[in-house]
């Protein structure tokens, strides 16, 4: 079996588990995340790609700003769009 660079690289990235929390260690930043995950930006870029149609560049802008939103905005989006208080007692 030829294993090249490529595929030891993407083996590595295809065994992460915790996306979220290399995420926010790398302060949302693409080419951070790259260097925690010890590949390059363009093995991250086609790894995102392949598996969720997307740039980590806008994958963790999207999560960025989820994980902006506070609780109480959270509270009210719910009970806007689905009657639902999520603290009722």
Not at 8 to 23: D, G, Q
Not at 57 to 65: C, I, M, Q, R, T
């Amino acid at each position: 079996m030829n294993i090249t660079l490529k595929t030891c690289h993407e083996l590595k990235l295809k065994h992460v588990e915790n996306w979220p929390e290399l995420a926010q260690q790398a302060n949302w930043s693409a080419a951070a995340l790259a260097e925690k995950c010890s590949v390059s930006g363009d093995t991250l870029r086609r790894h995102f790609l392949k598996h969720l149609d997307k740039t980590p560049k806008v994958s963790l802008a999207v999560n960025d700003s989820i994980k902006r939103i506070s609780t109480l905005e959270l509270m009210v989006l719910c009970k806007r769009f689905r009657g639902y208080e999520p603290f009722s007692s």
